[in-house]
């Protein structure tokens, strides 16, 4: 955090307790210790955190909370907190529970009008002085490094990455999503052949690469099963053929068209076994873009990892996806693309244990007369340095995402997770990625894969074609040993 809290702050608090709290950059849930004293509410990793700084602090003066909203959970509620233009979505245990909290947010909404005033006196400004060297920042750089999580000893030492990542910020808050946009058996397999590099990017219309939009009709009863990077995902039935299909709506708008025109021609051309199929494209109302695609049952490798307290996967689980992930990333490779937002959400499963890459939203074809790319895209979390830092960069991002994916894997969660997006772009491209806090538990082969993955330096980061032979990937088990943590998540879902 930038603040700096006294926990005296909130001692002796209104309300206190565990709620399940949804992400804003990473759409997980996760448990925190909540705690409410006046107007403020507060929330932690867990109780004995709390002699620490908070995880985040939420202003209740003039909130809004909502029963009725867009996420389908079970005793959850929506919490708008006016003061900062943030939303929250908040589960209890039970409606009971939920019922409580929501009278404690009421009380602190209205705590000005019922008790007296009180001054809280606990933000230290950063100084922008010639000890930083940052004399003259413009007011909105000013306003983001005061919210950023940076310290002032980080300034000093590493000014030159805290203004890349101060560019970077500028631009994700520019985003309309998180993830943001600014322009078997296992025997060695033959790498991808791969195809020439196009001289430059096809130019077409939206309208050109999409189907007639009667084909609406094809599909019936649609619910929402989740969201993508650039629009809700739901399943429905082709009438025609009875199967269940996946259908992402994107709302069209100026911004998006030239990205969705892309996204359906790579998805067109990217038929591989571990990549999710392509079925039509058409757009509804003239407003909507429906992408419909091969439905995967067993939902996306998030659901498990959101349950990391009772299903964890074991290292030849672990060597499967990434094996089958890698064979997507090889293939995508080799027509000259780079997905640009590997990460547990985006890998979807069967229920009989098969893995596939999905959502191109963001990929891109490199070309002849773009053979690298330096726009910022991807979630932060998962971003490589080069990236970060407003460098060309190539296929190898991939291969960074995949390193976070396995972190994510054997520890629940990608590093750097409870401080703010800003800060943790921040650790990544000046301390590089923690080593795993018990990596004892882990084979030397495993350590081995997750380093290189994670190299800082781009040249000694391997390519996808090169990882296929790592001895890691030796350990993946069969497709059927995948399946029990894949319908026991399925099943804890629906409890």
Sequence with gaps: MSKNYDPSTWANPDKEGFLIKQGHVVKNWKKRWFVIKGDTMYYFKSKKETVKSPLGVIPLEDCIVNTEHKVKRANSFELISTKISKTFYIQAQSEKEMSDWIEAVISGKNFYNVSAPYELNHEIHVNFTSETGFVGLPPEWEALIKSSGIEKPDIVANSDAVLDVLKFQEKYNKAKNPSIKFENEHKDEAPEVSTPLPSQEKEKTLRDVVGNSSNKDLY????????????????????????????????????????????????????????????????????????????????????????????????????????????????????????????????????????????????????????????????????????????????????????????????????????????????????????????????????????????????????????????????????????????????????
Excluded at 324 to 348: F, G
Excluded at 376 to 395: F, K, N, Q, S
Excluded at 426 to 437: A, D, N
């Design 220 to 495: 019936k009863d649609p619910k929402k099963i989740g969201e993508g990077s650039t629009g809700d995902v739901y399943v429905a039935r082709n009438v025609k053929t009875d199967e269940l299909v996946a259908i992402k709506m994107i709302q069209i708008n100026s911004d998006n068209v030239k990205l969705l025109c892309a996204e359906i021609e790579i998805m067109k051309d990217s038929k591989h076994p571990n990549i999710v199929g392509f079925m039509d494209a058409f757009i509804v109302d003239d407003n909507y873009l429906w992408v419909v695609m091969e439905y995967m049952d067993g939902g996306c490798l998030t659901d498990i990892l959101e349950q990391f307290e009772t299903i964890k996967l074991t290292e030849p689980q672990i060597a499967l996806i990434c094996l089958e992930t890698l064979k997507a990333l090889s293939h995508i490779h080799s027509l000259h693309r780079i997905h640009r937002d590997i990460k547990s959400d985006n890998i979807l499963l069967t229920k009989t244990g098969h893995i596939k890459v999905a959502d191109f939203g963001y990929a891109a074809q490199l070309t002849q007369q773009r053979q690298k790319r330096n726009t910022v895209v991807g979630t932060p979390y998962w971003m490589a340095p080069e990236l970060i830092r407003g460098h060309e960069y190539g296929t190898k991002v991939d291969i960074w995402s995949l390193g976070i994916m396995l972190m994510e894997m054997a520890e629940g969660e990608p590093p750097y997770m409870d401080y703010p997006p800003l800060r943790a772009l921040f650790l990544i491209t000046t301390k590089g990625i923690p080593p795993l806090k018990e990596d004892k538990n882990w084979s030397s082969e495993f350590l081995d894969f997750y380093d290189i993955c994670l190299q800082k330096d781009v040249d000694k980061r391997p390519e996808a074609n090169e990882l296929l032979n790592h001895p890691f990937l030796k350990k993946a088990c069969t497709h059927e040993e995948l399946i029990q943590p894949i319908l026991q998540a399925r099943e804890n879902m629906q409890c």
